[in-house]
């Protein structure tokens, strides 16, 4: 099957710098990529959608200079936090869809962010 | 818009026994509908999906889910519960070209010895 990786798996941060994560399709090319966001014991908020070689679109009420995404190749995307404050901590979920007609997306492991 | 409706947000079953959780959706034509499982600190796995066909589809780990259009609802069911099963559980609605996709609220399953 399709495999997503994300990297780091955690990582924990100072306020007021920005850290960047990893979204990388293993074995299949993904022509969009997607980022979600999730609270403790809540649901996969959707914060962007990114497509391969254009800007991501956001979701109403993210921020895009905060939440900045690159999508340079087939294989990975990139989100950064940009000033990271505590209110950014938060689980980090990116999916990947191999086609454009291909509804199915394939979720990486998550990445856990603290920010102290 | 499209939306999905968890109406369970915690259950409770016994080891062996049957379970069915519980999804609503509301979208315009035909969804695209899904499954999810996330165990603690980790990311979704696929359970199952409905594009199109038979109604009734099966997944892995013995999970099936039936689509009613109907009631607007695809539940998921398995006749026996496994302690292994307790995680939080998805239900998400897809758009059919955008590729996004709509979830749930989550139903926590906790597996009694």
């Known amino acids: 099957g399709a495999v997503v990786s994300q990297h780091p798996s955690w990582v924990i941060c100072k306020s007021g710098t920005s850290v960047k994560i990893e979204c990388r399709s293993l074995?299949?090319?993904?022509?969009?990529m997607f980022w979600y966001r999730q609270f403790p014991k809540q649901s996969l908020m959707l914060m962007a959608t990114?497509?391969?070689?254009?800007?991501?679109?956001?979701e109403q009420g993210v921020e895009k200079d905060k939440f900045l995404i690159n999508h340079a190749s087939l294989t990975l995307s990139t989100l950064t936090v940009t000033s990271a404050h505590p209110e950014d901590s938060s689980f980090y979920i990116c999916?990947?869809?191999?086609?454009?007609?291909?509804?199915?997306?394939?979720f990486g492991p998550g990445t856990r962010l603290t920010v102290l | 818009a499209q939306s999905v409706t968890q109406p369970d947000i915690h259950i409770t079953v016994s080891e062996g026994a049957s379970l069915e959780l519980r999804c609503n959706y509301s979208?315009?034509?035909?969804?695209?509908l899904f499954w999810y499982v996330q165990s603690p600190g980790q990311g979704l796995q696929l359970l199952l999906k409905?594009?199109?066909?038979?109604?009734l589809v099966q997944g892995i780990k013995g999970f099936e889910a039936e689509f009613k259009r109907s009631q607007s609802s695809f539940n998921l069911r398995k006749p026996s519960v496994h302690w292994s099963d307790a995680a939080e559980y998805f239900c998400?609605?897809?758009?059919?070209?955008?590729?996004?996709?709509?979830f749930g609220d989550g139903t926590t399953l906790t597996v009694k010895p």
């Open positions: 999916s990947a869809r191999a086609g454009q007609n291909y509804n199915e997306q394939f």
């Open positions: 074995d299949f090319q993904a022509t969009t």
């Open positions: 990114s497509n391969e070689g254009s800007k991501a679109t956001y």
């Open positions: 979208y315009g034509a035909t969804p695209y």
């Open positions: 409905y594009f199109s066909g038979d109604t």
């Open positions: 998400a609605v897809g758009a059919t070209n955008a590729g996004k996709s709509t």
